[in-house]
C-alpha cells in the first residue's frame, strides 16, 4: 500500500469502528536510520521511556517515535526485544519474573519466558512507531487499541477474509512483545491484553484491548470490515435488540389495571 492509501485505511477504521486513539504503523530496523521529524525519547526529552510509552505517544500525540537501546528503561521489553546482553532470554526474562513475584520459581518463570514472542540479541537495533495516517515509511505491522467490542469488530473482519480465527496468548506481562513482536515475526493478526506497564505507565485504560497484524494484511482486514456481518446489522457501535415487550412485577401490572393503563 502507497502512504495515501495507509491514511485512508486509518480514517476508514476510525470512523467504522469509532476508534479512541490512533491507529500505528510499526516497523522493525536493522540499523538506526530514522526518519527526519521523529522523536527519539533519549534526545527529544532526555529521558529513557518504556515501549508501551512510546506507543501512547504515538496514539495519543500523533508522534513518531524512534526507539533503540539508549531510549528504553523497561528491562523485561529490553530483554524481549533483543536489547539486552542476556544469551538467554528466556531465563533472563525467568528470573525477572521470580524476582517479582510473577513466577513461583525461575524455572517456572523461565517456562513462560520461553512462550512469549522474543526478538534474538541484536536482531533488530531500533523500533519505529508512528500514526498509520502519517507515516513516512512502509510499516511492518499495524496495531490498534479499541475496547472489547471494537476488537471484536476487527476479529470479525479477519476472520470474514480468511477463515481463521484470531490467536492471544495471554500472561499479563510484557504484552508488548505480543501486540509488537509476535504479528511480525509470525505474520499473523493476534489479540492482546495490555500489560501491566501498559497500565502503570502508558495511561491504557481498562476497558482497551489490542488487535495488531502484518500490514500486509491491511486490505483484507477493510474488506471484512465493510462486508462481516453485514446482512445482520453488524457493526460498531452494537445496535441493541428494542423490538420486545418488557414484563414488570405483578402488583406493578395489578396497579396498571386498577389505573385503567393495562
Not at 527526519?36 to 518504556?50: D, F, I, N, Y
Not at 446482512?231 to 452494537?238: L, N, Q, R, T
Request: charged content about 20%; hydrophobic content about 45%; proline content about 6%.
Amino acid at each position: 500500500m502507497a502512504g495515501q492509501d495507509y491514511a485512508e485505511a486509518a480514517e476508514f477504521m476510525r470512523n467504522n469502528v469509532r476508534l479512541r486513539t490512533l491507529p500505528m504503523a510499526v516497523k522493525f530496523l536493522k540499523d538506526k536510520a530514522f526518519p527526519e521529524k521523529t522523536r527519539q525519547p533519549s534526545v527529544a526529552l532526555g529521558k529513557r521511556v518504556t515501549v508501551c510509552q512510546a506507543v501512547s505517544m504515538a496514539r495519543l500525540y500523533g508522534w513518531t517515535v524512534g526507539l533503540a537501546k539508549e531510549d528504553l528503561i523497561c528491562v523485561p521489553a529490553g530483554i524481549a526485544f533483543g536489547f539486552s546482553n542476556a544469551d538467554d532470554t528466556a531465563a533472563a526474562i525467568g528470573k525477572l519474573f521470580c524476582g517479582g513475584a510473577y513466577a513461583r520459581t525461575e524455572e517456572t518463570g523461565t517456562r513462560e519466558g520461553m512462550s512469549i514472542c522474543r526478538l534474538a540479541k541484536d536482531e533488530y537495533t531500533a523500533l519505529l512507531i508512528a500514526p498509520l495516517a502519517r507515516a513516512t515509511f512502509e510499516p511492518d505491522i499495524v496495531v490498534l487499541y479499541g475496547n472489547p467490542a471494537q476488537i471484536m469488530r476487527f476479529v470479525q473482519a479477519w476472520s470474514y477474509q480468511e477463515g481463521e480465527r484470531i490467536v492471544g496468548n495471554f500472561g499479563g506481562k510484557i504484552e508488548c512483545a505480543e501486540y509488537l513482536i509476535a504479528p511480525f515475526k509470525e505474520q499473523k493478526p493476534r489479540v492482546a491484553i495490555p500489560g501491566m506497564g501498559d497500565r502503570v505507565f502508558s495511561l491504557t485504560q481498562d476497558d482497551e484491548m489490542v488487535f495488531s497484524l502484518p500490514a500486509k494484511g491491511l486490505p483484507q482486514l477493510l474488506t471484512g470490515l465493510q462486508e462481516a456481518g453485514k446482512k445482520v446489522g453488524a457493526g460498531y457501535p452494537v445496535t441493541f435488540f428494542l423490538n420486545f415487550q418488557p414484563e414488570f412485577p405483578p402488583h406493578f401490572k395489578a396497579m396498571g389495571k386498577e389505573l385503567g393503563l393495562l
